[in-house]
């Protein structure tokens, strides 16, 4: 830090879901190292909940959302959005993890010294910032290749892709409190998405769920509030009373929580999904349209094929559910005493 910029390191990461958040986390840890604080303001979408999912994480100092906006004035509002922030927060640096050049147009008219990005050949995002840039070629990558090719660009040091998210203890007691009594091993099943074509049908988790009675004592079901009209009817059909329980009332950090305690975790392509990879839970992904690669070692996938998640049948999720349970032993983690 220099007296001259004395203002902190601004990171916008503008993807939306949770999911990519988990994605960013290592190049936020290394842009974080590079500071003398050990810090960086982190400028998201609202959508991405980053204050909540990120409350405990020491390098993000504090979380600012930019707001998405639409119709023909977008581009300016979003101009105008970024130079505000950039005015109240009067950063020294902004890194920008996206080839757009609306953040890096307001961040040079708000007169950020030092101002970094993608590139990937695009003009109107260039022409704002100091390389080295990602090459146009790189466009069609997905943004975990193109993160990793940034960060050696940039020199940041990065040790493995692994999340490694942090739980907040107070989550992780208050999920404790509720559910303790729940006889072990847990499973947790991802219900909720953010589309229909990220959607397992909710009677194929039920029967999932069924054939996998005889390792998993208790089934938590995790979607988000939205999710309880469509799921509560086939949960209540259930044979086994009690044993299914409907979690779509958890906040966020207690989620993450709830799936930290668990044995394993098996649910459609969304945010949960990387969150079980990111806390370090066996994680098994029913994909959709666009599958995500298997980028953290929790995390495998079934793949039903470009936008048909429905081509995933009942007994390809429990064999490898049972496969996976097997070879890591997950039966054999006292998870909840640590």
């Known amino acids: 830090m220099t007296a001259q910029h004395p203002g902190p390191v601004l990171v916008y990461a503008p993807d939306r879901g949770i999911g990519d958040l988990m994605w960013h986390l290592p190049t936020f840890r290394a842009i974080a190292a590079t500071t003398p604080e050990g810090q960086v303001v982190l400028v998201a979408r609202p959508s991405s909940r980053a204050a909540e999912v990120l409350a405990v994480e020491p390098t993000i100092a504090s979380v600012i959302y930019a707001r998405h906006f639409t119709g023909s004035l977008k581009g300016v509002k979003e101009v105008l959005d970024f130079w505000r922030i950039c005015r109240e927060v009067k950063p020294r640096a902004v890194w920008i993890l996206e080839k757009i050049g609306r953040p890096a147009q307001a961040a040079w008219l708000a007169g950020v010294p030092e101002r970094r990005g993608f590139g990937l050949g695009h003009k109107s995002q260039e022409q704002w910032l100091q390389g080295p840039f990602l090459p146009k070629a790189m466009r069609p990558d997905h943004r975990l290749t193109k993160l990793a090719a940034f960060e050696a660009l940039h020199g940041l040091k990065v040790d493995s892709r692994e999340p490694g998210l942090l739980l907040d203890p107070k989550a992780v007691a208050a999920v404790k409190a509720r559910f303790d009594d729940r006889p072990g091993p847990w499973l947790v099943l991802g219900v909720g998405a953010s589309e229909p074509a990220r959607t397992w049908p909710a009677e194929r988790f039920a029967a999932a769920s069924q054939a996998l009675a005889d390792l998993f004592p208790t089934v938590f079901w995790l979607g988000g509030p939205g999710d ?72 495998s996938r079934l793949d039903g094929g470009e936008g048909r998640i429905a081509d995933i049948s009942v007994d390809q999720a429990v064999s490898a559910v049972r496969t996976r349970f097997t070879q890591e032993e997950w039966a054999n983690r006292d998870i909840r005493a640590a």
């Open 228 to 299: 309880v009209a469509r799921i509560k009817p086939t949960l209540d059909a259930q044979p086994m009373a009690g044993r299914d329980v409907l979690t779509c009332d958890l906040p966020l950090d207690q989620a993450a929580a709830l799936i930290a305690l668990s044995a394993g975790f098996l649910g459609n392509d969304s945010g949960p999904l990387n969150v079980a990879a990111s806390v370090g839970r066996p994680a098994i992904g029913l994909m959709g349209t666009s599958p995500v690669p298997a980028y953290s070692r929790w995390f």
